[in-house]
């Protein structure tokens, strides 16, 4: 059970809510460093932990260990395939808000490929490299990145040539399990949510974010003419969503 419940059992102030940003496929928790500069500035708790990008229902699993650990309320955002991890995640007890960054709201039941086919596909699906990777029950899976050449234009538009180059090559693939993979569960059904749509996404068509945002019935929808990484091209903004929900929910 989350430690916020016993805070509460004894009557005890519960601490003030904790950010938890939760990065997509192909990234790192790095990809939200300039974010959380602003949040830390402005003196709240944040934590970004590490998503192993095996499958969903792990990845999910694994943030929500995290989550549950936290002593208090917790705000969870996810990036990109971040947002289907949240989506799953968020059903702790613990969890206060959802905000879905570029991300998928996924239905329960739904997999990132079967909302991805609702809608022409992005450039990312032309740049794609598959890769084999030994799994631990000695068989093999497969692993899926993007072209480093491609990297810049289709995943990091946006960033300096340099940082994008170094993402390029520092990239963490994504289990293909994980795309097939449909979701346990929509925490969005039963917890508030806020999502940002990044209208100049080349790596996920904008009309699956607003697709799924507007399913999701999430509070509020910020558009922003940004490309995938908007926490690194618009940082203020994205700061300022997640600020905004915090506020929103105590």
């Avoid at 613990?94 to 809608?119: H, K, T």
């Avoid at 740049?127 to 050449?149: K, M, Q, R």
């Avoid at 904008?206 to 490309?227: I, K, N």
């Amino acid at each position: 059970m989350p430690h916020s419940n016993t805070s509460q059992s004894k009557g005890l102030a519960l601490p003030p809510p904790t950010i938890v940003l939760v990065h997509g496929a192909f990234a790192d928790a790095s990809s939200w460093s300039p974010v959380i500069e602003l949040l830390l500035e402005r003196g709240h708790r944040v934590l970004a932990p590490p998503v192993y990008n095996r499958s969903l229902a792990a990845d999910a699993a694994s943030v929500r260990s995290v989550v549950e650990q936290i002593d208090g309320p917790v705000l969870l955002a996810g990036h990109s395939y971040g947002g289907a991890v949240i989506t799953v995640a968020g059903a702790a007890d613990n969890v206060a808000g959802l905000v879905f960054v570029s991300g998928y709201a996924l239905e329960e039941g739904e997999s990132l490929a079967q909302l991805q086919g609702r809608f022409p596909g992005s450039s990312l699906a032309d740049h794609l490299v598959y890769s084999p990777y030994p799994t631990s029950d000695g068989a093999t899976g497969t692993d899926v990145s993007v072209e480093i050449d491609a990297f810049p234009s289709v995943f990091a538009a946006g960033l300096d040539s340099t940082r994008a180059r170094v993402l390029a090559v520092s990239q963490r693939p994504l289990s293909a399990d994980a795309f097939g993979e449909t979701a346990s569960l929509a925490a969005w059904r039963t917890t508030p949510g806020w999502g940002i749509v990044s209208a100049a996404d080349h790596t996920i068509n904008p009309d699956v974010q607003r697709f799924g945002y507007r399913r999701a019935g999430l509070r509020s929808v910020t558009e922003l003419d940004a490309p995938h990484l908007v926490m690194q091209t618009h940082p203020e903004e994205v700061a300022s969503v997640i600020t905004g929900a915090l506020a929103e929910i105590g």
